[in-house]
Nanobody, 124 residues
Framework: QVQLVESGGGLVQAGGSLRLSCAASGRTFSTYAMGWFRQAPGKEREFVAAIIWSFGHTYYADSVKGRFTISRDIDKNTEYLQMNSLKPEDTAVYYC?????????????????WGQGTQVTVSS
């Protein structure tokens, strides 16, 4: 089992920045990739970004490309999501996720483990 704990959400004005963190514990040696998803009120959960844990390759949704940066600290078993130039439409609950195998990184059903979520609210 892998446990994931997010932190760093909050309220920010449009144009501002936030950094989310996700600390992993447990059987972290089995991690192939980690990702971030988000769910806005009344909408389905959607892919935001993912990172291949060992190689550091990164992938982004078009809606956040150029504004968000995913990274990881292997020694701390922690992934991060740096969010810049935030927009009101980025308002959502952000979830950290981890997976033990390769496949289609934007498909949430392929992730084994999930955090509890952290709220990000961007005011206009």
């Amino acid at each position: 089992q892998v446990q994931l704990v997010e932190s760093g959400g909050g309220l920010v004005q449009a144009g501002g920045s936030l950094r989310l963190s996700c600390a992993a514990s447990g059987r972290t040696f089995s991690t192939y990739a980690m990702g971030w998803f988000r769910q806005a009120p009344g909408k389905e959960r959607e892919f935001v970004a993912a990172i291949i844990w060992s190689f550091g390759h990164t992938y982004y949704a078009d809606s956040v490309k150029g504004r968000f940066t995913i990274s990881r600290d292997i020694d701390k078993n922690t992934e991060y999501l740096q969010m810049n130039s935030l927009k009101p439409e980025d308002t959502a609950v952000y979830y950290c996720a981890a997976r033990s195998f390769g496949g289609t990184l934007y498909r949430e059903v392929e992730y084994n483990y999930w955090g509890q979520g952290t709220q990000v609210t961007v005011s206009s």
